[in-house]
Structure formats: structure tokens, C-alpha cells
């Protein structure tokens, strides 16, 4: 298959070296970034899906930068959810019987798309790929990639052709997916994992000083349920979205779990790789959650807290 990826950052630059063993990949960029991407990368792997081994791998990206019509079998979106207003335009270029499946992070990506009053595209498909994360540094890039992680809405009966072609596609480059109905609603949540631990981590001054600081970990704990308040208060039934259930549980045994889950290796080299180009777009998420629960009249100190804390550092004081 022809494949473009929109976006050539680390999930991009991964994504696209998986599927580049079976498939005839491309990453579109933009014309005045297209110099530093046409050095090659280093690409190092931390594979721990079964059977696998840890990589080193040289990546030259097939650079492209306007969409050629007709010319790919499915494009993969993956850019800042900050981005997506610029990039909506450009994918009409692809054609409207390619799958063009959108694999980023949102709080409301409803909203982004414009809302859904209207039957959504066919071949315009949600999805999230949490079985890789890792970072960048240059042209260094560092990832984990985790036995399951891959998601992709379950859609609707238009949309089954596009989606069945889509998983196919990722499951050639040896991901496990995993198919998530009300998936807008899925992502507000799960976004929220990142855009209300951008203040703790700042705050912490290092992710290793936050991951042993139990009640920090427990601030961030009741941020999140202030952020499921809003959820709701947005009409997003939030029970069964993972991880909203673990955090009806008792707090001090929430903020338990989280500190293991936190601790384990694999989670920092994901998080402090991530934060190093994603911080920008996590304190995007944390400004949008604050903003609509001041709109929606739902209290959340803590999370304004949080926001005092980002401010106090933009403003150097």
C-alpha cells in the first residue's frame, strides 16, 4: 500500500518505519521544515511486544509536502491536536475513498471537526496511538513500543470498510489494535492524562522527584476528578471510558497505583521522552479543561491551581 503520514514527528517518524517493512511510505512536511527532515534519524526501540527485540534503526523519511490526489491508500494523521484546524484543509486533497484515520490527543475533537450535526466521512476515522510513546532530541529519537496500545473507534456500518482497511494496515506493522466505541468521548478522558500532569511534574521540579511524592500524586488524583466533573458536565458519560473508573476508587488507593504505575521504567523513558516536544500542547489541554469548566460552572480548585502553577512558570516568576 501507498501511505502517507501527516506529520513527522515521533509518533509519525515510528509509526511510519513500522508499516515501511510492507508498505510504500511517505510523511508529508511542512516546505520550510522539509531540510531537517530529509536528514536521516536515528531511531532507537524499546520493543517489548512478545517475541521482539530492541532496535536500532537509520530512518530516511520520502518526503512530501502537498498532498498528490489519488496517489495513497490511506493517510495516518498524527500531529499536536493544536495543528488540526490547519491540517483539516489539506487532507480533502487525499481523496474521499482513502481511509485518513486521525491518531492524535483532544479534548474535544467534536468540536474540532466541527461537531458532528452532519453524517461524518466515511473514510474520516478516529484513533490513538498509545503503543508507542517515547521522544525526540534532534534527530535522536527513543521509544517504547507495548504489546497493545493501538486504538481505533468502532464506528458505524459506513464507515466498516475504511476501518477493517485501517486495522489491517496497522496490524501489518505488528500493533495490536484494539477497536473503541464513543470514541470523541474516550479521547477527552484519556487526554486528560497528560494535560493535568503537566503542572505536577513542573511543580516536582524532576519526574522522579514527582513519581516518590505520594501527595502529589494524590493532588493530581482529585485534578482528574475535577476533570471527569467537567466531562460529565459536557454530556460525557464517562463510566466505562478508561481509566474514568479507577478514580472512583478510595483516593489514597488511586493515588497508590499511580505512584507503581509511575515508578515502572518504561512509564518515565514515555513520559519525560513525550513532555520533552509535547509540553506545549499538554498545557494546551490543561488551559482547555480549565476553560470549560469555568463555562460550565464546575468547580475545580485544584485544577485552577494547576494553572496558577503554569502561569507562575511563563511568567518566570
Known amino acids: 500500500m501507498r501511505v502517507l503520514v501527516v506529520g513527522a514527528g515521533t509518533m509519525g517518524i515510528t509509526h511510519g518505519w513500522l508499516l515501511s517493512r ?71 486533497g487525499a481523496g474521499t475513498d482513502v481511509p485518513v484515520v486521525l491518531m492524535l490527543n483532544h479534548w474535544n475533537l467534536a468540536g474540532a471537526l466541527g461537531g458532528f450535526s452532519e453524517e ?60 473503541q466505541r464513543r470514541m470523541p468521548d474516550w479521547l477527552a478522558v484519556h487526554s486528560m492524562q497528560q494535560a493535568l500532569t503537566a503542572a505536577p511534574l513542573i511543580e516536582a521540579g524532576s519526574y522522579r522527584a514527582f513519581a516518590a511524592d505520594r501527595a502529589a500524586i494524590a493532588r493530581m488524583v482529585v485534578a482528574f ?21 479507577l478514580f472512583m476508587l478510595p483516593k489514597p488507593l488511586v493515588a497508590r497505583l499511580m505512584q507503581g504505575m509511575f515508578q515502572q521504567a518504561e512509564t518515565e523513558a514515555m513520559v519525560v521522552g513525550h513532555m520533552g516536544h509535547g509540553l506545549d500542547e499538554w498545557i494546551e489541554g490543561l488551559e482547555s479543561i480549565r476553560a470549560d469548566a469555568q463555562r460550565l460552572g464546575v468547580p475545580a480548585p485544584e485544577i485552577d491551581r494547576q494553572w496558577a502553577v503554569i502561569r507562575s512558570r511563563q511568567s518566570g516568576a
Open 225 to 245: 476528578r475535577e476533570g471527569l466533573d467537567v466531562c460529565r458536565a459536557r454530556g460525557i458519560r464517562t463510566w466505562r471510558l478508561w481509566p474514568a473508573p
Open 120 to 179: 461524518p466521512r466515511a473514510n474520516r476515522l478516529l484513533g490513538f496511538p498509545s503503543q508507542v510513546g517515547g521522544g525526540r532530541q534532534g534527530h535522536r529519537i527513543s521509544v517504547t513500543v507495548f504489546p497493545h496500545g493501538t486504538v481505533l473507534e468502532a464506528g458505524t456500518a459506513n464507515k466498516k470498510a475504511a476501518l477493517d482497511k485501517a486495522e489491517a494496515l496497522l496490524a501489518s506493522g505488528g500493533l495490536t489494535i484494539r477497536r
Open 22 to 92: 510492507h508498505h510504500d511510505v511517505s510523511w508529508l512536511v511542512r516546505a520550510d521544515r522539509a531540510d531537517f527532515y530529509r536528514e536521516p534519524f536515528e531511531l532507537r526501540v524499546h520493543d517489548l511486544r512478545p517475541g521482539r527485540r530492541d532496535t536500532t534503526a537509520t530512518v530516511a523519511l520520502k518526503l512530501v509536502t502537498s498532498i498528490a490526489p489519488d496517489l495513497y491508500d490511506a493517510v495516518l494523521v498524527m500531529v499536536p491536536g493544536g495543528s488540526l484546524p490547519d491540517v483539516l484543509p489539506v487532507l480533502d
